[in-house]
Nanobody
Framework: QGQLVESGGGSVQAGGSLRLSCAASGLTTSNYFMGWFQQAPGKEREGVATIYPHVDRTYYADSVKGRFTISRDNAKNTLYLQMSSLIPEDNGTYYC??????????????????WGQGTQVTVSS
């Protein structure tokens, strides 16, 4: 059974940076669509970045394009999200997820079978 554990959240001022990590066990991240989802207060959980299996193709939501970078360390079986130029709209709980298949765009929650517990990101203006 796959398990995902996020870390790296915290509180930063607008313009700052954070790096989120997602350590996987029981599944090999390079074999899955691996995604990061944001759940802002009072809103639905939405995909912000996804990396494809076996290749380094990535997808970003328009809201984070140019500011966030998703990456994967196959040796550590860990997924990352480098968040830069943070804005208050980036506030929320960030979840790591893994899916064996995903339609395009690869941000549909239903396509991801494994989820972490989430890590909180707070950006103050």
């Amino acid at each position: 059974q796959g398990q995902l554990v996020e870390s790296g959240g915290g509180s930063v001022q607008a313009g700052g940076s954070l790096r989120l990590s997602c350590a996987a066990s029981g599944l090999t991240t390079s074999n899955y669509f691996m995604g990061w989802f944001q759940q802002a207060p009072g809103k639905e959980r939405e995909g912000v970045a996804t990396i494809y299996p076996h290749v380094d193709r990535t997808y970003y939501a328009d809201s984070v394009k140019g500011r966030f970078t998703i990456s994967r360390d196959n040796a550590k079986n860990t997924l990352y999200l480098q968040m830069s130029s943070l804005i208050p709209e980036d506030n929320g709980t960030y979840y790591c997820a893994a899916g064996s298949w995903a339609r395009y765009p690869p941000t549909a929650r239903g396509d991801f079978q494994y989820w972490g517990q989430g890590t909180q990101v707070t950006v103050s203006s």
